[in-house]
């Protein structure tokens, strides 16, 4: 597609429930990061894939939290037992990496969990 | 590890005057490349400029331009001509070269722009 796509780009969930977040990348980019951002706050740093190397996942707060990237496209990144503190706008975004290494950001799922 | 920090959590300007945004970083490492993003309040995270280490001279897009002091490892972002629309978060990011290498944010520094 023409952007980064992420989806949904609202969901409200209960407390102890699992979620799911879709990451749909810039064909051909082969980084994807995901970012978590709450309010009026900085961007926390996740998860990093980069090609077929191992994920760098030394963001992921807990072991609740987990990502995968099928076929180096899509993503999706997974809480189990949602806790209020989960809360937050949860950001995608993907790169060329090499010499073009900008990375371009969809426009985020709010997740708040109730 | 390389750190990012933006000073400035929030900063006010008034419509038309130049405002400068402070950034520096930490690295011992000779080929990277620094960003400055925009968040405005509808969240879409936009690129405003990129400097690539290896360049001395500054990178200018537009009314956005950087001051990039590589020996005392800064970075500013320097609007000109300020609009309300540049009313926005806006953060510095860092990248070391070659592929596995992840994108590392500092805090922000939310921008407001005065009519």
């Known amino acids: 597609g023409a952007g980064v796509s992420q989806s949904p780009s609202n969901k409200v969930t209960e407390k102890g429930k699992d979620v799911e977040l879709r990451c749909d990348p810039i064909s051909g980019h082969t980084a994807l990061y995901w970012y978590r951002q709450s309010l009026g706050q900085g961007l926390e740093f996740l998860i990093y894939?980069?090609?077929?190397?191992?994920?760098?996942k030394s963001g992921l707060p807990s072991d609740r939290f987990s990502a995968e990237r099928t076929g180096g496209s899509v993503s999706t990144l997974t809480i189990q037992r949602t806790q209020q503190e989960d809360s937050a706008v949860y950001l995608c975004?993907?790169?060329?990496?090499?010499?073009?290494?900008?990375?371009?950001f969809g426009q985020g799922t709010r997740l708040t969990v109730v | 590890a390389q750190t990012v920090t933006q000073s400035q959590p929030e900063m006010s300007v008034q419509e038309a005057e130049t405002v400068t945004l402070s950034c520096t970083y930490d690295t011992s490492e000779s080929n990277y490349y620094l960003f400055w993003y925009k968040q405005p309040p509808s969240r879409q995270m936009i690129l405003v400029i990129r400097q690539e280490a290896y360049k001395q001279q500054n990178a200018t897009e537009n009314r956005f331009s950087v001051n990039f002091q590589k020996a005392a490892k800064s970075f500013s972002l320097k609007i000109s001509d300020s609009q309300l629309g540049d009313t926005a978060m806006y953060f510095c990011?860092?990248?070391?070269?070659?592929?596995?290498?992840?994108?590392?944010f500092g805090t922000g520094t939310l921008l407001a722009v005065q009519p």
């Open positions: 975004a993907s790169s060329l990496a090499g010499r073009v290494p900008e990375a371009f």
């Open positions: 894939f980069q090609g077929n190397s191992a994920p760098d």
């Open positions: 990011a860092f990248k070391l070269g070659g592929a596995t290498n992840k994108l590392i």
